[in-house]
C-alpha cells in the first residue's frame, strides 16, 4: 500500500507530462515521460493497464495516430478481452465523438474490440445511438463490423440501440437502424415499446416515421389502430394537448377505473411534466397513481443527473397543484396523509427548489445531503422512522 502511495504523485505528474506531449503532436517527447510511468508502477501492472488505455483515450480525442500505433507496439492489445475494472467501453464516448477516419483507423489497423459491452450490457452501437451518432454507426456498417445481431443486441434493461435512439429523438439514428432491418417491435424490462417510448419523450417525428413504417411493410396486413392511437395518446399528454387527449381516450374507450398499469401511465406522465390542466382533466376520469411511487421517481430523477426541465417544473407555481391533487386522490385530503409522506411532499419538494440548482452542486451542499438523507430514510424507515431530522439553515 505505502509503495502505491509514494508511487502516486510521480505517476500523475509523469501521466499529465504524456497528455501535453501527444497534444504537441510530438512521439519523441511523448516517448520519455510515458517510459518513466511504465517504470514507476512497474509493481503494479494493472494500474499501468488503466494509464494506458486513459493514454488511449486522450490520443484519440487529440486524433493522434502515432501515438495509438505507438501503444499498440509497446503491448497493449486493442483485440483482447480485459477485466472490467479496465473495459475497452471506457473509450467508447471518446471514439463516438471522434471522426470516421479515426473509427477506421481504429477498427482496420488497431483491431480495436468494439464488440465488448459496458458494465450494464451496453454495446457501442448503444452508446453512439445514445448520442445520435448516425454517421460513426454507418461507418462502421459499411465496414462491416457489427452484423444483424450486434446491432439488435440488448442491455440489462433489455433495451436496444434503436429502443434508446428512439428514446434520445434522434430520427436519423432510427432511419437507419430501420433501414438495416432492426426490430421495430422490441420492448424493454417495463414492456415499453419504443414507439411508446417516443411518445412519452414528446418526439412526434418518431412516432410519425414508425407508424408509417409499420403500415408499409404492414401490407395487405391489418394494422392495430388501437395500439397507434395509444402512441398519439401518450404524445398528446407528453406535449400538453387536452383537446387531443380527450379525443383519444373518447376513441379508445379507455376506462380508469379498470387500473390499468399502461394507462396510468399517462397521469405520471402528465404530472412529471407539469401539466396541470391534464392532471385534473385524467383524474376527472378516475386516473390514479401511487402518490410515494411518483414523487420518488421524479426526485430520483435529480440524483441521476441535472434534469433542468424537471426543476423547472418544480419551481411551477402549477406543480404545488399537482402535488396537492395527487395526495387528496390518495389520501383525500393532506391532513390524511402519513407523517412520512408529509416530509416528501413538503420537506423534499422545498429543498429540489432550494438546493438541486444544478448537478455539480448537490454532491457540496449540505442542505442537500440531510435533504437526501431523510429521504432514504424515509423510503426504509425500519430503525430510522424515529431518528429522523430536518436539519435547517
Known amino acids: 500500500m505505502s509503495q502505491h502511495i509514494e508511487a502516486f504523485v510521480p505517476a500523475m505528474h509523469f501521466f499529465i507530462g504524456c497528455v501535453a506531449e501527444i497534444n504537441s503532436n510530438d512521439i519523441a517527447a511523448f516517448q520519455e515521460p510515458y517510459h518513466k510511468l511504465k517504470e514507476i508502477t512497474s509493481f503494479d501492472e494493472g494500474y499501468f493497464k488503466s494509464q494506458q488505455i486513459s493514454l488511449l483515450g486522450v490520443a484519440v ?19 483482447q478481452e480485459l477485466l472490467p475494472k479496465f473495459t475497452w467501453s471506457a473509450v467508447y464516448p471518446t471514439i463516438i465523438e ?12 488497431i483491431k480495436y474490440n468494439l464488440r465488448e459491452k459496458d458494465e450494464k450490457g451496453r454495446s457501442f452501437i448503444h452508446h453512439a445511438a445514445d448520442l445520435g451518432k448516425a454517421n460513426i454507426i454507418d461507418c462502421l456498417l459499411r465496414n462491416q463490423y457489427f452484423n444483424k445481431t450486434d446491432l439488435d443486441s440488448q442491455d440489462e434493461q433489455n433495451r436496444t440501440p434503436l429502443w434508446t435512439a428512439a428514446k434520445k429523438g434522434h430520427l436519423s439514428v432510427v432511419k437507419l437502424l430501420v433501414a438495416q432491418g432492426c426490430n421495430i417491435d422490441t420492448v424493454d424490462n417495463q414492456n415499453t415499446t419504443l414507439v411508446q417510448i417516443a411518445a412519452q419523450q414528446g418526439h412526434a417525428d418518431i412516432v410519425n416515421f414508425l407508424h408509417e413504417h409499420k403500415s408499409i411493410t404492414a401490407g395487405n396486413n391489418i394494422v392495430d389502430n388501437q395500439e397507434i392511437n395509444m402512441d398519439l395518446l401518450y404524445l398528446a399528454v407528453k406535449q400538453g ?14 376506462d380508469f377505473y379498470a387500473r390499468n398499469k399502461n394507462q396510468d401511465k399517462l397521469l405520471a406522465l402528465a404530472a412529471s411534466n407539469g401539466h396541470l390542466h391534464l392532471v385534473e382533466f385524467l383524474l376527472e376520469r ?11 421517481n421524479f426526485f430520483e430523477d435529480f440524483v441521476k443527473k441535472d434534469n433542468k426541465q424537471q426543476l423547472a417544473i418544480a419551481k411551477s407555481p402549477k406543480y404545488n397543484r399537482i402535488i396537492e391533487l395527487l ?15 408529509k416530509l416528501i411532499a413538503e420537506f423534499t419538494h422545498q429543498t429540489l427548489i432550494d438546493c438541486l440548482k444544478d448537478h455539480a452542486s448537490k454532491a457540496k451542499d449540505p442542505n442537500w445531503r440531510s ?8 423510503q426504509n424507515p425500519d430503525g430510522h422512522k424515529n431518528n429522523i431530522r430536518i436539519v435547517k439553515d
Do not use: C, W
Request: aromatic content about 12%; proline content about 3%.
Open 98 to 109: 471522434s471522426t470516421e477516419d479515426m473509427v477506421q483507423f481504429l477498427i482496420k489497423e
Open 327 to 341: 395526495i387528496m386522490s390518495q389520501y383525500g385530503s393532506a391532513e390524511d396523509l402519513p407523517v412520512e409522506h
Open 241 to 254: 394537448n387536452l383537446p387531443e387527449t380527450k379525443r383519444l381516450i373518447d376513441l379508445l374507450k379507455i
Open 61 to 79: 480525442s487529440f486524433n493522434n495516430k502515432d501515438i495509438i500505433t505507438f501503444l499498440a507496439k509497446d503491448g497493449l492489445n486493442f483485440g
Open 286 to 296: 378516475g386516473s390514479r397513481i401511487q402518490f410515494t411511487k411518483f414523487y420518488d
Open 371 to 378: 435533504a437526501y438523507k431523510v429521504y432514504r430514510k424515509i
